[in-house]
């Protein structure tokens, strides 16, 4: 008897079910315009958040002078969801292709672009941009088939704490070298670039996907976002007037120096 | 006659006297009557009863092409209103794998049915044999199947539940056990249609 009603508690909270959100549509390599071969395909995906009402507008503010923090207490936080992000890559080609899957994107203060923050003082060769928040290995897929891969909950969680440093709070103020410190290192193992971040920190969540798809063949990229909402803050993709912006980029508080 | 003679005929007709007034010698009885065949059902407990199953839900049709079968857990609640007749309550749930088309793979979702039903019985001897249907609340976990537009915006849909099986009463006049299957119509799923099948132990008080 103890076991059935366990058992209707649980399907009765949900046991916080996933949401799948589809994407905006296909990726999809097209020929380069100059030089051959295939022009790197992008997209921009931003999780539907909806907007705080005034009493908890007002939680936020308190929140920040409760915690003492120099900078606005986000409203979409990394602790609000777990996201995981599954994708497949069809070879739409005659020959096998090398593809490479790459998310950028932002929270809801910025978004952090890696051409941005190639040094221009250094030497030429030494002038590259930092990696990617999150990306895959290079992929061989044979003609006409199909590979499928995830960017985990905890990859996600990983690149919101990178997000914050590089968007907020660069190492030691240096913004242009805290992306190559924070995303190369696992927090969990090393907290190499995140000594900025103020002690107690809200970690905003990364809410805004730029998929970029380099393939030197034609290629179709597909997406889904599964998203678990621990604080009913996720809205549905119809909903008009949402929280977090959909501009094709948003510049962060600390943005790289200008060339 | 001589002597020897008359004594020989006189042992013989001694003997044949004795044989022919002698009574039978009877075994005696050391085991218990054995007991009937089967035990009378008018005393198999009556009233409320609890049941919990465990078994598999199959989707099929629409909904099957994209969901694997799942395993499913149950209880049912519920009181003989007579010898054939039974009102029960049954609530499931089942974890089912969805094989999707990419990028979608590797997903899991949850079936919960909550439904009022009632049973019709035949009672033969120790077994029985049912049918059982009624009206349900269907519910998946998640929107995982609108993709493939089984589920259309809601998680839930309105049920209905048919089925039967065949109930085997223990020697315990409480207890039973049993097979069953039913069919699960989801009325606003596309292609909404399963099959479940499963093994209960059953309690009467």
């Known amino acids: ?259 | 006659m001589t002597r020897r003679l008359r004594l020989a005929l006189s042992f013989a007709l001694g003997m044949t006297l004795l044989w022919s007034t002698a009574q039978e010698a009877q075994a005696q009885v050391i085991a218990e009557p054995a007991p009937p065949p089967w035990p009378d059902p008018k005393k198999f407990a009556k009233g409320p009863f609890a049941s919990g199953e465990i078994g598999t839900l199959v989707y099929l049709a629409r909904a099957g092409h994209f969901t694997e079968p799942g395993v499913a857990f149950g209880v049912r609640l519920g009181y003989d209103l007579f010898r054939w007749l039974d009102v029960q309550a049954h609530v499931m749930g089942a974890s089912s794998d969805a094989s999707l088309p990419p990028p979608q793979v590797g997903q899991s979702f949850q079936t919960y049915l909550y439904a009022g039903e009632v049973r019709l019985k035949l009672q033969i001897h120790r077994f029985q044999l049912f049918a059982e249907g009624g009206a349900a609340l269907a519910q998946v976990s998640s929107n995982v199947l609108e993709r493939v537009a089984v589920t259309h915006g809601s998680n839930f849909t309105f049920s209905v539940v048919a089925g039967g099986g065949l109930d085997y009463h223990t020697l315990n006049r409480h207890f039973s056990v049993g097979l069953g299957a039913d069919y699960v119509w989801l009325s606003q799923f596309t292609g909404g249609h399963a099959l479940t099948a499963q093994v209960y132990l059953r309690y009467t008080r």
């Not at chain 1, 939680?59 to 900078?71: F, H, I, T």
């Not at chain 1, 005659?94 to 890696?114: C, L, R, S």
């Not at chain 1, 499928?148 to 240096?174: K, M, W, Y």
Request: aromatic residues 6%; charged residues 20%.
């Open chain 1, 1 to 259: 008897m103890r076991a059935g009603l366990i058992f209707l508690a649980l399907a009765a909270c949900g046991c916080n079910d996933p949401v799948y959100l589809t994407d905006n549509g296909p990726i999809e390599t097209t020929p380069a315009m100059m030089g051959g071969g295939f022009a790197p395909a992008q997209g921009l995906y931003v999780l539907p958040v909806r907007k705080p009402k005034q009493n908890e507008r007002m939680a936020l503010n308190q929140l920040q002078q409760q915690l003492m923090l120099p900078d606005k207490v986000p409203w979409a936080q990394a602790k609000d969801f777990d996201i995981e992000i599954e994708w497949s890559v069809q070879n739409l080609d005659m020959t096998k292709a090398t593809v490479i899957v790459a998310v950028d994107g932002g929270n809801e203060f910025g978004d952090y672009v890696p051409s941005m923050y190639i040094d221009p003082n250094a030497n030429e060769e030494d002038q590259t941009p930092p990696p990617n928040l999150l990306t895959t290995e290079p992929l061989v897929i044979e003609a006409g088939t199909t590979q499928t891969g995830v960017f985990r909950e905890d990859d996600l969680q990983e690149s919101a704490l990178d997000l914050e440093a590089i968007t907020r709070f660069p190492s030691g103020g240096d913004a242009l070298a805290t992306p190559f410190m924070v995303i190369e290192h696992r927090s969990n193992i090393s907290r190499i670039g995140l000594e900025g971040l103020p002690p107690n920190d809200v970690i905003p969540a990364h809410v805004r996907y730029q998929f970029t798809v380099t393939a030197d063949a034609h290629v179709v990229m597909h997406y889904s976002v599964r998203v678990r909402d621990h604080n009913g803050k996720l809205a549905k993709p119809t909903d008009m007037d949402l929280y977090v912006s959909t501009d094709a980029t948003l510049a962060p508080p600390v943005a790289p120096p200008m060339p």
